[in-house]
């Protein structure tokens, strides 16, 4: 396989903070309870007119400044998106021609919900490896905010909004900076976190017993307990298939969707404090975004070193899940 160079990476979340103290107008909630649970203080959000497009475009734009691509250097665009704003145009499609970016690239979203960075990354790493595109920009988009049921304060309290992306391409020095990624899916537990579409059958037939609604529903205790089995050992696994020892990676890059599960991920791993990057402080769960977002404030707030190696993990709706430990060069954030 062709070795891949991650050139890039930016993020972008939206100025409007929701702290706690502001969720108990909702509903009868505290601040202790949310943070010693979650380890969320505050959360950011879209408002009016704004959406993960916005996000997902300055991301991007970051992302391919930071990796010295111009927009007609790119010759395929995913988005990772659990709920984008629209199904279609998709998400990549819109962004393609908001960013410059030539038609006739192609240009699709996947969905893997909180793992779809990693997802997309494996995408990317096929078509890099065999030849089939060169320089891909991946895009982890979404407005949670806009499909939370903020009656539900079960949920409601978790989600943020957000975007990260990355700019990745064939490796010209022939360093592959992908040292190992796996990713994983289980189906028969996908009933844990859902979002159904509103959606009705022709008016012609009966109809449906149930109508979507377009909000998530989710059992948080079972997707806890899912969480805390399945991924420690799974990071581990993945580590232990890049030929390195826990040990000598720099840094653990969770996804961001409950503290007391980053505590989970970095126990099994033995790290210190100052290896596991964690900010779901401010930002809550932004979904596919929270590794390049905590990825680029890690290195903007001095956290993380570039020149240096790190684990990056995610799970989510479906249920998905997915690891890979990265290389991470000077200069890409
Ligand atoms: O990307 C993956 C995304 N999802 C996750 O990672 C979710 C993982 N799960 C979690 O983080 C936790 O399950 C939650 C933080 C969502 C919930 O914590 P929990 O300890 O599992 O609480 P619970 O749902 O079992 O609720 C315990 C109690 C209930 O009251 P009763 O029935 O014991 O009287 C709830 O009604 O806490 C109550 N409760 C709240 N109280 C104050 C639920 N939400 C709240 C709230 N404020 N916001």
């Known amino acids: 396989m062709k070795p891949l160079k991650i050139a890039g990476i930016g993020y972008c979340v939206p100025e409007t903070v929701i702290t706690n103290d502001d969720l108990t107008k909702l509903y009868e909630t505290s601040d202790e309870w949310i943070f010693s649970r979650t380890g969320i203080k505050e959360r950011r959000v879209v408002s009016g007119n704004e959406t993960a ?22 010759d395929c665009i995913i988005s990772a998106a659990s709920a984008p ?16 970016i030539p038609n006739q690239v192609p ?49 409601s309290i978790l989600f943020g909004d957000g975007a990260g992306a990355m700019v990745v391409t064939e490796s010209d020095d022939g360093i592959d900076d992908i040292l190992s990624i796996n990713i994983s899916a289980d189906g028969s537990i996908g009933q844990m976190i859902q979002t159904n579409m509103p959606s009705q059958c022709c008016p012609l037939v009966e109809q449906a017993d149930e109508v979507g609604t377009g909000k998530i529903i989710m059992n948080g205790k079972d997707v806890y307990k899912f ?61 596919a975004a929270s590794i390049p977002i905590a990825l680029v404030e890690g290195v903007e707030q001095g956290k993380i070193k ?28």
């Open 306 to 333: 570039l020149g240096s190696t790190a684990v990056l993990c995610g799970f989510g709706a479906g249920m998905t899940w997915g690891a890979a430990v990265v290389r991470l060069r000077k200069g890409i954030c």
């Open 227 to 287: 969480a805390v089995s399945t991924v420690p050992a799974y990071v581990e696994e993945c580590i232990q298939k890049s030929g390195m020892k826990s040990e000598e990676i720099d840094y653990l890059i969770p996804h961001q969707a409950n503290q007391r599960i980053i505590e989970s991920i970095q126990n099994r791993l033995k790290y210190t404090d100052d290896k596991v990057i964690s900010n779901i402080k401010y930002y809550g769960n932004t979904s």
């Open 107 to 155: 240009a699709f979203d996947l969905t893997a919900a909180c793992t779809g960075l990693i997802y997309a990354l494996q995408v990317a790493r096929g078509f890099i490896g065999a030849g089939i595109y060169k320089t891909i920009l991946i895009v982890a988009a979404d407005n949670n905010s806009k499909i939370t049921n903020w009656e539900d304060r079960g949920t």
């Open 53 to 74: 497009i916005d996000l997902g475009y300055d991301a991007a734009k970051k992302a391919l400044d930071k990796s010295g691509f111009k927009p007609e250097d790119i």
């Open 85 to 100: 704003p629209q199904l279609y145009p998709t998400l990549s499609c819109t962004l393609q021609a908001k960013l410059g």
